[in-house]
């Protein structure tokens, strides 16, 4: 069975900093890549950050570029965003999504989110 965790959100004041974990269990980690995305009720799905299965490659969505760090440790199966100078904007409801394809066919795997806030 497979299950994905995130941790790691809450109540943090404009430039602070929070780091998210996820956690995965019952599948081969190391085989998958993985995304951080975020999105509130009725808003579209924004992509944070992704990274390759083994942590070679990193791309960053425009809006967090220069401020959060994705990272991974496939000896532990989690996966880590550390955003710095957040900013209001940065409130959302954040998801880490596995995905690995064989072709044809294609795993993926998502978590029930972890709300980050940030206000004065």
């Known amino acids: 069975q497979v299950q994905v965790v995130e941790s790691g959100g809450g109540l943090v004041q404009p430039g602070g900093s929070l780091r998210l974990s996820c956690a995965a269990s019952g599948l081969i980690f190391n085989v998958y890549a993985a995304t951080w995305f975020r999105q509130a009720p009725g808003k579209e799905r924004e992509v944070v950050a992704e990274?390759?299965?083994?942590?070679?490659?990193?791309n960053y969505g425009d809006s967090v570029k220069g401020r959060f760090t994705i990272s991974r440790d496939n000896d532990k199966n989690t996966m880590y965003l550390q955003m710095n100078s957040l900013q209001h904007e940065d409130t959302d409801v954040y998801y880490c999504?596995?995905?690995?394809?064989?072709?044809?066919?294609?795993?993926?795997?998502w978590g029930g989110g972890s709300p980050v806030t940030v206000a004065s």
């Open positions: 999504d596995l995905r690995h394809s064989v072709l044809p066919n294609t795993y993926e795997y």
């Open positions: 990274i390759t299965s083994d942590g070679g490659w990193t």
